[in-house]
């Protein structure tokens, strides 16, 4: 890139969330990694500054509007906004079993935590030439899946699928609402990548799950809108 450009990426100390940040680095872009857990940012930073990438930690929790408000006071501009940061919950249940307490945890993550971040650096990203937002979901999310039992629907789970569902919906309304704007804002889903958050079952690598969030958060201003895509191409609602 001819010119600097800050990227934020929440999740960021590790899996997915880490090797964006690794990646949106090595295109020449300043990174801040955003976490929860101080001494597991301090170590992603400390990872990727060794790769001499130029990162820099924010310590960003989305369930915490003070947290958020926080992260956003402490960045001077940002271009590119990838919410990353998302929960399964620990288990899958049935809906006719669901712990509510826990689909409430999942939905203030993997939803309520995206809108909070978006909306807290939307006043950052109005001011970018070009600003982009990835919101990493899920094939899971895809009612077209779940409709007609693919293998890509997964096992049946009355939390974590459902709350991704919500947060395309949502993305799309934010699609919507910057249409006549600069702001492209987009949902990837990763693959099956083998991080902690599916036990290390997963057979794709970090780097192949990263690369279409990398991709949509880099695209040229006449990109998609609103759009939902994996490796192949663009997935069914």
């Not at 500054?49 to 924010?58: K, N, P, S």
């Not at 650096?121 to 919101?135: D, G, Y």
């Not at 693919?150 to 009355?158: N, S, V």
């Amino acid at each position: 890139m001819s010119e600097s450009k800050t990227a934020l990426v929440t999740g960021a100390n590790k899996g997915i969330g880490f090797e964006i940040a690794r990646q949106l680095g090595q295109l020449g872009y300043r990174v801040a990694l955003g976490a929860r857990q101080e001494n597991l940012r301090q170590e992603a930073v400390a990872k990727l500054r060794a790769e001499g990438l130029d990162v820099f930690g924010v310590a960003l929790d989305v369930t915490s509007d003070q947290s958020v408000q926080a992260a956003a006071a402490e960045l001077a501009e940002l271009d590119v906004l990838v919410n990353n940061a998302g929960i399964n919950g620990g288990q899958f249940e049935l809906p006719s079993v669901l712990d509510l307490d826990r689909f409430r945890r999942v939905v203030d993550t993997n939803v309520l935590g995206v809108i909070r971040v978006t909306n807290a650096f939307l006043p950052l990203l109005r001011r970018s030439a070009a600003p982009r937002i990835v919101n990493l979901s899920t094939s899971m999310a895809s009612l077209t899946h779940q409709q007609q039992a693919t293998p890509y629907a997964g096992a049946i789970d009355g939390t974590y699928g459902p709350s991704k569902t919500l947060l395309n919906a949502v993305t799309l309304q934010y699609a919507r609402e910057f249409a006549d704007t600069n702001i492209l804002v987009n949902m990837v889903c990763p693959g099956y990548v083998a991080t902690d958050f599916t036990a290390f079952q997963g057979y794709r690598s970090t780097a192949e799950g990263a690369a279409i969030a990398v991709k949509l958060a880099t695209v040229p201003d006449d990109g998609p809108r609103g759009g939902f895509f994996n490796d192949e191409g663009e997935l069914p609602w």
